[in-house]
């Protein structure tokens, strides 16, 4: 996923792909946020996906790039 706007929000941050998959996320803008930032891991809880289910797990083995503007 290429997310090619700023992201800001003011609470965390959680990033992630999908548990067990090698899906790339990439920031291409300035990503900001007022507390803190999580990039693949369970924080704090699940994960409900796009179909309902819910994802516990750790997070995939892929990266989260950041491209320099």
Same mark, same amino acid.
């Given at each position: 996923? #290429?997310?090619?706007?700023? #992201? +800001? !929000?003011?609470? *965390?941050?959680?990033? %992630? /792909?999908?548990? %067990?998959?090698?899906?790339? #996320?990439? @920031?291409? /803008?300035?990503?900001?946020?007022?507390? %803190? @930032? @999580?990039?693949? !891991?369970?924080? *704090?809880?699940?994960?409900?996906?796009?179909?309902?289910?819910? /994802?516990?797990?750790?997070? %995939?083995?892929? +990266?989260? +790039? @950041?491209?320099?503007?």
């Amino acid at each position: 996923m #290429v997310i090619s706007s700023p #992201v +800001h !929000t003011n609470g *965390n941050l959680i990033a %992630g /792909d999908q548990t %067990g998959k090698s899906n790339t #996320v990439e @920031f291409q /803008d300035r990503v900001t946020s007022a507390k %803190g @930032f @999580f990039a693949n !891991t369970g924080y *704090n809880g699940s994960i409900i996906m796009n179909n309902g289910a819910t /994802d516990w797990g750790p997070g %995939g083995s892929s +990266h989260l +790039h @950041f491209t320099s503007s």
